[in-house]
């Protein structure tokens, strides 16, 4: 267990429809991003926060959106889904955010397998 | 941009042989280099990470990275595999900026009895 929880582990759903995953972070992290995985594209990296604010945003959709609140887990919405949405998705948190020296070391959770048919 | 390329994206090895999988990343300032490892159906574990200092890294489960600035690697390395390394291997920059890490391709390491 990495400590960090994604929810739900798998998710059918059909193409126009809108979910959304959630993520709690390892405690004392204050940085979540998400990754989207597939077989064509590999990992890529959507979107971070830190303490709440969004820090870095990566190839993101607009379709897509984020947000992590106050108790810091996150949750990231996929709306007018398409086939070629269907993928894992992973949520990582660590200690460091934007601007902090050091190497920013990621825990991912075991990911949220999404399958639009 | 900056970026990450595996040699491999797939890679087959015998119990007991060397493992070597490839990482090269385009920057003129070293970065922070990372492998993780994927299992089956799992999310990614950290192996190793390279921030300053010593060049060869060792990490969990007998392997270990090194650093070759003048190559732009970060070749990951064990003497022995076991059936149990099976998996993805990802090799990952991260440049500080806003923290976030950014993934090679993989390799799937394949080890045959």
């Known amino acids: 267990d990495s400590g960090v929880t994604q929810t739900p582990k798998h998710l059918i759903t059909a193409t126009g429809q809108r979910v959304t995953l959630r993520c709690s972070p390892r405690?004392?992290?204050?940085?979540v991003y998400w990754y989207q995985q597939s077989l064509d594209q590999g990992l890529q990296f959507l979107i971070q926060?830190?303490?709440?604010?969004?820090?870095a945003k990566g190839n993101i959709l607009e379709r897509f959106s984020a947000q992590q609140f106050p108790d810091l887990h996150s949750e990231l919405n996929l709306s007018s889904l398409e086939l070629g949405d269907s993928a894992l998705y992973f949520c990582a948190s660590s200690v460091r955010g934007q601007g902090e020296t050091g190497a920013n070391v990621l825990t991912f959770g075991a990911g949220s397998r999404l399958t639009v048919l | 941009a900056q970026s990450v390329t595996q040699l491999g994206s797939h890679v087959s090895v015998s119990e007991g042989a060397l493992v070597l999988l490839r990482c090269n990343y385009s920057s003129s300032v070293p970065p922070y280099l990372f492998w993780y490892v994927q299992y089956p159906n799992q999310g990614l574990q950290l192996l190793l990470k390279?921030?300053?200092?010593?060049?060869l890294v060792k990490g969990i489960n007998g392997f270990e990275a090194e650093f070759k600035k003048s190559e732009t690697s970060f070749h990951l390395t064990k003497p022995s595999a076991h059936m149990s390394d099976a998996a993805e291997y990802f090799c990952?920059?991260?440049?500080?900026?806003?923290?976030?890490?950014?993934f090679g391709q993989g390799t799937e390491l394949s080890v045959k009895p």
């Open positions: 390279y921030t300053t200092g010593a060049t």
């Open positions: 990952a920059v991260s440049y500080n900026q806003g923290g976030k890490l950014i």
């Open positions: 405690s004392g992290d204050l940085s």
């Open positions: 926060y830190y303490n709440g604010e969004e820090r």
